[in-house]
């Protein structure tokens, strides 16, 4: 009998034996290494795209059309750059560093969300990206609220208390533009248009075809899952749509009483492995932007870090 | 699975005041090459709703941590000396509130 | 010019310096060198905007011809604007940035720290309002100077050519002309003129721990008070007020 082997089943037993009791995992103790490597693929995923979502809104902070509308963007895109970067932190406990996460993104080892392939065409596109975007990443984040692994799901419970301005802020461009003139209403309805279906792929692939699903389940990472997520995004916005007087884009979508849920139309996979896999509009520039950003800010860094060793050099000679 | 990463700033963890009266919490971390860089960033990231009065900043690598496998060691015995708690001890009630 | 009139003028001066640089630095969101620092100058950015936002809106009502903060700021052409022709040159690189943010910084600071015990009190109360927020951002500014300036050779060579390109912008921020001697005269402005001094010890400090050279070039250049601007500043108000003026009949 391999004794390594029972003490690694032993071992795995008592993590699972925690997990189930709704005990939190915290950085230094034993996990199995494929939780660790999901962890690290999920939330470092999630933190570029924290991240790599700064630019698309990005694109219009220096075209925003009020003053105070500027200035509530600019908090908004800030708060998502503090986003990833908590996400980056947390990450970090297990033993990746944000440089090697880096990396990954930039050699395409690992990848953001795809919604962020689309282009914002429009001022109503902010609208919209806070409106339904941060919707859905508002459902999806408030069940990692509650996630087995402590640093992640603390992360969450920050990044969900500060992002409940973001989706309001959206909404409120919209009920703003579909209340205007008919240049404004047509810009929200085409938003909505272009936006509604990358937004429900965002909840991933059906639970029928969700390979990491069951495990991550009963791992306690993901508590609830995609359809039953997207199920929840669709009940709620479809009311916040019919208040602004605008269509979602589905013939399909029709309120079930039996299921007491709406039932919506089938979702174009292949439209969503096609900007996954590199045709988006803005796959490209996205990526690009992320990687000039950091490669060509390393030799701010390296001053940075010169500086600071000549600094500490300097006050060991004085001491 | 960690690469050379010498030209990484460093990794500081911080911890925030939110108002007199209370400890500082750990809030996370963040990268700085010093500590003033380290401080700075702490206000931009970690304070930007008026969320603390006081910041410390201190390098990841200088925090000794206990490990988890000295759990039993460290803070069980104190599990069976429940004389340190004040319900422990049964007073009459005339004595009043002590 | 009226008083009234002169005192719109002024606060035109104070609010297109803050916009103009608010909006340059947003220009960086998302292309900061470190994350870290994207969050800086957002920080930074916000409060610019949020000051701009204020002293626009006082500007309106002075003026009193029904001019708001967004009427101000997205209808106004190039020479309307009141601006330092140093906030409007472009970021170029991180350490342009910086360094066109250390020298309005510092002279932000004094200007406001004057104008915090201004006889009008609405400019008062902005001012010592905004100095908090300043007082923060020459921190931001010195340190990035220093360390770049005492870095690597090459963030040296940077922080130098970039503290030689923009040299030239620094005399104009001290001028004086009328509505500002008119200012001075009623208690409300600051003798700018009156700051150099104490504008040159500061920088001068931060330059020498920088290891860094106090620029020496023959050229100077100014106008801005009389709408005389760099090309720069159309292509930033073409993007500023694209919305605002593809459809003048929408609310936003």
Redesign the interface.
Same mark, same amino acid.
């Given at each position: 009998m391999d004794v390594a082997k029972t003490d690694f089943n032993d071992l795995e037993e008592a993590f699972q034996a925690k997990i189930d009791a709704e005990k939190r995992i915290e950085p230094k103790e034993w996990m199995p290494d494929k939780y660790r490597q999901t962890l690290i693929r999920q939330m470092s995923q999630h933190a570029h795209s924290e991240v790599v979502g700064m630019l698309p809104e990005g694109n219009w902070l220096t075209r925003a059309p009020t003053l105070k509308r500027k200035a509530i963007l600019m908090a908004k895109i800030q708060d998502e750059g503090g986003h990833g970067l908590y996400l980056y932190s947390a990450t970090e406990t297990l033993g990746i560093s944000r440089d090697e996460m880096f990396d990954q993104l930039h050699t395409g080892k690992a990848k953001y969300s795809t919604i962020f392939n689309y282009p914002t065409l429009t001022w109503a596109d902010i609208g919209a990206i806070g409106w339904l975007v941060d919707g859905a990443a508002i459902v999806n984040q408030i069940a990692l609220c509650r996630c087995s692994y402590g640093p992640y799901a603390r992360a969450m419970i920050r990044i969900c208390k500060e992002e409940s301005f973001h989706q309001r802020q959206g909404y409120e461009i919209m009920m703003t533009m579909a209340q205007g003139t008919k240049e404004q209403r047509e810009m929200a309805q085409d938003a909505l248009n272009r936006w509604w279906w990358p937004t429900l792929m965002m909840f991933g692939p059906n639970d029928t075809n969700s390979a990491n699903s069951a495990q991550s389940m009963k791992w306690k990472i993901k508590r609830q899952s995609n359809d039953e997520l997207r199920q929840k995004f669709i009940d709620a916005t479809v009311p916040q749509a019919e208040y602004l007087k605008l269509r979602i884009p589905d013939d399909k979508l029709v309120w079930n009483e039996e299921r007491g849920h709406y039932d919506f139309g089938d979702i174009d996979w292949n439209e969503f492995k096609n900007v996954v896999s590199g045709n988006g509009l803005c796959n490209r520039e996205r990526l690009k932007a992320r990687v000039d950003a950091h490669d060509g800010g390393k030799w701010v860094r390296d001053a940075a870090l010169a500086y600071a060793a000549k600094k500490a050099a300097r006050k060991a000679e004085a001491a | 699975m960690t690469k050379d990463t010498h030209d990484e700033l460093p990794l500081y963890e911080v911890f925030i005041r939110s108002k007199n009266g209370l400890d500082h919490k750990h809030v996370g971390s963040l990268h700085a090459s010093d500590a003033e860089m380290a401080l700075t960033n702490a206000r931009d990231v970690y304070t930007r709703r008026g969320e603390g009065v006081s910041i410390w900043v201190v390098k990841s690598t200088d925090i000794v941590a206990s490990s988890p496998e000295d759990k039993g060691n460290f803070y069980e015995p104190s599990d069976d000396k429940l004389y340190r708690h004040p319900t422990f001890f049964n007073l009459p009630d005339e004595v009043g509130h002590m | 010019m009226t008083n009234q009139e002169m005192l719109f003028e002024y606060l035109l001066r104070l609010g297109d310096n803050s916009?103009i640089l608010g909006?340059r630095l947003?220009?960086w969101?998302?292309?900061?060198?470190?994350?870290?620092?994207?969050?800086?100058l +957002?920080?930074i950015?916000?409060d610019l905007?949020?000051q $701009?936002?204020m002293l626009?809106s006082y500007a309106g009502e002075v003026e009193g011809k029904g001019r708001d903060?967004?009427r101000l700021?997205?209808h106004r052409d190039t020479q309307a604007w009141r601006n330092l022709l140093l906030l409007e040159q472009p970021n170029g690189d991180?350490a342009k940035t910086m360094a066109r943010q250390f020298f309005f910084d510092v002279f932000q600071y004094l200007q406001y720290e004057a104008l915090s015990s201004s006889k009008d009190e609405r400019v008062a109360g902005i001012a010592a309002k905004s100095l908090k927020e300043i007082t923060?951002h020459r921190?931001?500014s010195s340190?990035w100077v220093?360390?770049?300036g005492?870095? +690597?050779e090459? $963030?040296h060579e940077?922080m130098q050519t970039a503290l030689n390109e923009l040299w030239g912008f620094v005399p104009e921020m001290f001028d004086m002309d009328a509505v500002d001697e008119a200012m001075v005269a009623d208690g409300i402005g600051v003798d700018v003129a009156s700051l150099r001094p104490a504008w040159d010890a500061q920088v001068n400090a931060v330059l020498a721990e920088a290891t860094l050279k106090r620029p020496d070039v023959s050229w100077s250049v100014r106008g801005s008070r009389d709408g005389k601007h760099s090309e720069h500043l159309g292509y930033i108000l073409a993007?500023?007020q694209?919305?605002?003026h593809a459809?003048p009949?929408?609310?936003?």
């Amino acid at each position: 009998m391999d004794v390594a082997k029972t003490d690694f089943n032993d071992l795995e037993e008592a993590f699972q034996a925690k997990i189930d009791a709704e005990k939190r995992i915290e950085p230094k103790e034993w996990m199995p290494d494929k939780y660790r490597q999901t962890l690290i693929r999920q939330m470092s995923q999630h933190a570029h795209s924290e991240v790599v979502g700064m630019l698309p809104e990005g694109n219009w902070l220096t075209r925003a059309p009020t003053l105070k509308r500027k200035a509530i963007l600019m908090a908004k895109i800030q708060d998502e750059g503090g986003h990833g970067l908590y996400l980056y932190s947390a990450t970090e406990t297990l033993g990746i560093s944000r440089d090697e996460m880096f990396d990954q993104l930039h050699t395409g080892k690992a990848k953001y969300s795809t919604i962020f392939n689309y282009p914002t065409l429009t001022w109503a596109d902010i609208g919209a990206i806070g409106w339904l975007v941060d919707g859905a990443a508002i459902v999806n984040q408030i069940a990692l609220c509650r996630c087995s692994y402590g640093p992640y799901a603390r992360a969450m419970i920050r990044i969900c208390k500060e992002e409940s301005f973001h989706q309001r802020q959206g909404y409120e461009i919209m009920m703003t533009m579909a209340q205007g003139t008919k240049e404004q209403r047509e810009m929200a309805q085409d938003a909505l248009n272009r936006w509604w279906w990358p937004t429900l792929m965002m909840f991933g692939p059906n639970d029928t075809n969700s390979a990491n699903s069951a495990q991550s389940m009963k791992w306690k990472i993901k508590r609830q899952s995609n359809d039953e997520l997207r199920q929840k995004f669709i009940d709620a916005t479809v009311p916040q749509a019919e208040y602004l007087k605008l269509r979602i884009p589905d013939d399909k979508l029709v309120w079930n009483e039996e299921r007491g849920h709406y039932d919506f139309g089938d979702i174009d996979w292949n439209e969503f492995k096609n900007v996954v896999s590199g045709n988006g509009l803005c796959n490209r520039e996205r990526l690009k932007a992320r990687v000039d950003a950091h490669d060509g800010g390393k030799w701010v860094r390296d001053a940075a870090l010169a500086y600071a060793a000549k600094k500490a050099a300097r006050k060991a000679e004085a001491a | 699975m960690t690469k050379d990463t010498h030209d990484e700033l460093p990794l500081y963890e911080v911890f925030i005041r939110s108002k007199n009266g209370l400890d500082h919490k750990h809030v996370g971390s963040l990268h700085a090459s010093d500590a003033e860089m380290a401080l700075t960033n702490a206000r931009d990231v970690y304070t930007r709703r008026g969320e603390g009065v006081s910041i410390w900043v201190v390098k990841s690598t200088d925090i000794v941590a206990s490990s988890p496998e000295d759990k039993g060691n460290f803070y069980e015995p104190s599990d069976d000396k429940l004389y340190r708690h004040p319900t422990f001890f049964n007073l009459p009630d005339e004595v009043g509130h002590m | 010019m009226t008083n009234q009139e002169m005192l719109f003028e002024y606060l035109l001066r104070l609010g297109d310096n803050s916009l103009i640089l608010g909006q340059r630095l947003a220009e960086w969101c998302g292309h900061a060198p470190i994350l870290e620092e994207d969050l800086a100058l +957002t920080n930074i950015g916000l409060d610019l905007i949020g000051q $701009s936002r204020m002293l626009l809106s006082y500007a309106g009502e002075v003026e009193g011809k029904g001019r708001d903060e967004d009427r101000l700021a997205f209808h106004r052409d190039t020479q309307a604007w009141r601006n330092l022709l140093l906030l409007e040159q472009p970021n170029g690189d991180f350490a342009k940035t910086m360094a066109r943010q250390f020298f309005f910084d510092v002279f932000q600071y004094l200007q406001y720290e004057a104008l915090s015990s201004s006889k009008d009190e609405r400019v008062a109360g902005i001012a010592a309002k905004s100095l908090k927020e300043i007082t923060y951002h020459r921190r931001h500014s010195s340190d990035w100077v220093i360390r770049l300036g005492d870095g +690597t050779e090459e $963030s040296h060579e940077k922080m130098q050519t970039a503290l030689n390109e923009l040299w030239g912008f620094v005399p104009e921020m001290f001028d004086m002309d009328a509505v500002d001697e008119a200012m001075v005269a009623d208690g409300i402005g600051v003798d700018v003129a009156s700051l150099r001094p104490a504008w040159d010890a500061q920088v001068n400090a931060v330059l020498a721990e920088a290891t860094l050279k106090r620029p020496d070039v023959s050229w100077s250049v100014r106008g801005s008070r009389d709408g005389k601007h760099s090309e720069h500043l159309g292509y930033i108000l073409a993007e500023m007020q694209f919305l605002q003026h593809a459809y003048p009949d929408a609310k936003w």
